[in-house]
C-alpha cells in the first residue's frame, strides 16, 4: 500500500477541502455532492485515507478498499471481476473510484445511495472483505489509539460503523480527476486533441448516437446519464426470465440491502443487475452507465469485465448488442465503419486526466496491437445490416 499512498499524493496536492474542487460546479458540489451529515474537513479527509488503505477492515487482513480500487491501476484493480479474501472472485467488474462523487447512485446496480452507503458494504460481505458483521469489523480497529483520536477529531465521537463510511467517502470526494486534454479542447485550444479525435467527437454526438446514454454535461461532466439500461451484455449467457423468477424467490426468503449485495457478488443471479433492486421487469438485465472519465485507465469493459478494450466495446454497440427481451429501446446497430471506430476510440482515449498522460499512452498501444489480434465482439454484417425491401412490406414499414 506504500507505493498506492506515495502515487496518491503526487496526484492529488494539498487542497481546500471544504471548498468546491476545480472543475466542478460550486452549486452542484454544495447541493448535491456532499450531504448535510459528512461535510468536508481535512480531519474526516485524513481519517477516511486511513480507513481506504486499512486491511484490518477484512477478516483475514489481507484486503482493503484500495485493493480494489487501486491508485496505479485507475482506482479499479483492472480484473476481468474483483478478487476478495482467500483468492475469492466475485461477478462484477470494479467501478473506478475516480470522479465516483458525481454518481446519483453506487455500485453498478446502483443499489447504494451514496458513497457512505457504498463504503460500508464490501466491509461485510463474504466475498469482498468478509467480517461477519458491522460489530466484527469495527472491532478490529476500534481499540487502537490513533483510530479513537482521529474518529473524535472527524466526528466528535467514539468510531462507530455510520462514522467509518461516511469517513471513507469524505476521502472519496477528493478523487477529483477533469482536467483531460478534451477538456482543453472545450475551453478553446484546437490543438489539445488530435484531428482524428475531433472526428470521433462528432461521431460520438451523431451517428455513433454515444450521447444518448453518455452525455458530457457540463454540470455532472463524466459522459453518464446516471441511468441503468439493457444493453446486451449479459445476454450472452443468461435465460433472464429464469433468473427472475429465483431471484425473486431469494430475495422473499432474504430481504434487505445486505442479500442484495451478497446475491449481485456471489451468483449468477448477479446478472439481473438493477432488477434485484426494484424487482421491476424494465430493469432486467439493465446496468449503470459508467462514466468515461479516464476510461482507457479502468479496463477490461462492462459489469463483468468481458471486453478487454475499448475496440471491443464499440464492436458491441456497433451490431446493436446481443437481442433479448429486456434490451434497451435505442440499442440498434450503428453501421460505423473501422475508420470511424478508431475516431470515436481516439476520442475517448482524449477523456483521462492529463496527470495519466503516460499511462494512457501505454493503454492506447496496449489496447490498440490486442486489437489488431483479435475481435472477438465484430460483426460487420449486422452492424451494416439494413431493412430490406420485403422486410419494410412485411413489417408495414420502414424501420
Known sequence: MGQQKTLLESLLPE????????????????????PEDNKM????????????????????????CAT???????????????EGINGALGKRNAPTTMNAFLL?????????????????????????????????????????????RMFSFAYGRAPNYDDLGRAIAAFERTFVFLDAPFDRYLAGSPEAISEEAKRGWNLF?????????????PSIPIGSDNRFHNIGVAARKQNFEELARRALDALAQEGGMKAVDRLAIETDLSELGRFMVTK?????????????????????????GSMETLWDVMDHYNKGGEP????????????????????????????????????????????????????????????????????????????
Open 205 to 217: 454526438n451523431g451517428k455513433g448516437r454515444c450521447m444518448s446514454c453518455h452525455q458530457m454535461n
Open 41 to 64: 474537513t481535512p480531519e474526516r479527509v485524513a481519517l477516511g485515507k486511513k480507513l481506504y488503505f486499512e486491511t484490518r477492515l477484512s477478516k483475514d487482513g489481507t484486503v482493503a
Open 280 to 304: 421491476d421487469r424494465a430493469d432486467i438485465g439493465a446496468f449503470k452507465t459508467m462514466q468515461l472519465r479516464n476510461i482507457a485507465l479502468t479496463g477490461p469493459y462492462m459489469h463483468d
Open 324 to 399: 433479448n427481451p429486456f434490451l434497451d429501446g435505442g440499442i440498434e446497430p450503428l453501421a460505423l465503419s473501422e475508420d470511424e471506430i478508431d475516431a470515436v476510440v481516439e476520442f475517448m482515449f482524449t477523456l483521462s486526466d492529463t496527470r495519466f498522460a503516460e499511462q494512457n499512452q501505454r493503454a492506447f498501444t496496449q489496447q490498440r496491437k490486442l486489437a489488431a489480434a483479435k475481435r472477438p465482439f465484430r460483426d460487420t454484417a449486422m452492424a451494416e445490416r439494413r431493412v430490406l425491401p420485403f422486410e419494410e412490406r412485411v413489417m408495414g414499414g420502414t424501420r
Open 15 to 34: 487542497r481546500d477541502v471544504t471548498q468546491s474542487p476545480p472543475g466542478v460546479d460550486p452549486g452542484i458540489w454544495q447541493q448535491l455532492v456532499i
Open 68 to 82: 480494489c480500487h487501486d491508485v496505479s491501476r485507475g482506482f479499479t484493480d483492472q480484473r476481468p471481476v474483483s
Open 104 to 148: 446519483q447512485t453506487m455500485f453498478l446496480d446502483g443499489r447504494a445511495p451514496s458513497l457512505e452507503e457504498q463504503a460500508k458494504l464490501p466491509i461485510v460481505n463474504p466475498i469482498e472483505m468478509a467480517h461477519a458483521n458491522e460489530g466484527a469489523a469495527l472491532a478490529a480497529i476500534a481499540d487502537d489509539p490513533e483510530y479513537q
